[in-house]
């Protein structure tokens, strides 16, 4: 079992920039993902950003340049920095967790492990 708590979430005006934090608890077998989906109001979930044991990371195009996952020293928080940020990426993030992905970008059935979502708007 793993349990996953977002923080980080709230407001910002456009161009401004928020630090999202995914709590990890219980056990990841050595092969696993990270990773950030994001589903706006009355849309599907969408992937964002991933990263997986080794620490190699993967962007959608939507976000790549501007948004950076990462994870802290021990492996128990997982980050995702959001630069430049558009309107468009007002949403509630989740964190998600996996053994492993098939296709690329991942959907979200390949995630067993769910937060439970922070809020980001961005507006003016």
């Known amino acids: 079992q793993v349990d996953l708590v977002e923080s980080g979430g709230g407001s910002v005006q456009p161009g401004g920039s928020l630090r999202l934090s995914c709590a990890i608890s219980g056990h990841l077998v050595s092969q696993h993902c990270l990773g950030w989906f994001r589903q706006a109001a009355g849309k599907e979930r969408m992937p964002v950003a991933f990263?997986?044991?080794?620490?190699?990371?993967r962007y959608t195009d939507s976000v790549k340049g501007r948004f950076t996952i990462s994870q802290d020293n021990t492996k128990n928080t997982l980050f995702l920095q959001m630069n430049s940020l558009k309107p468009e990426d007002t949403a509630m993030y989740y964190c998600?967790?996996?053994?492993?992905?098939?296709?690329?970008?991942?959907?979200?059935?390949?995630?067993?492990?769910w937060g439970q979502g922070t809020q980001v708007t961005v507006s003016s």
């Open positions: 998600a967790a996996t053994f492993s992905y098939t296709t690329w970008p991942p959907v979200s059935s390949d995630f067993p492990y």
């Open positions: 990263i997986d044991e080794i620490e190699t990371t």
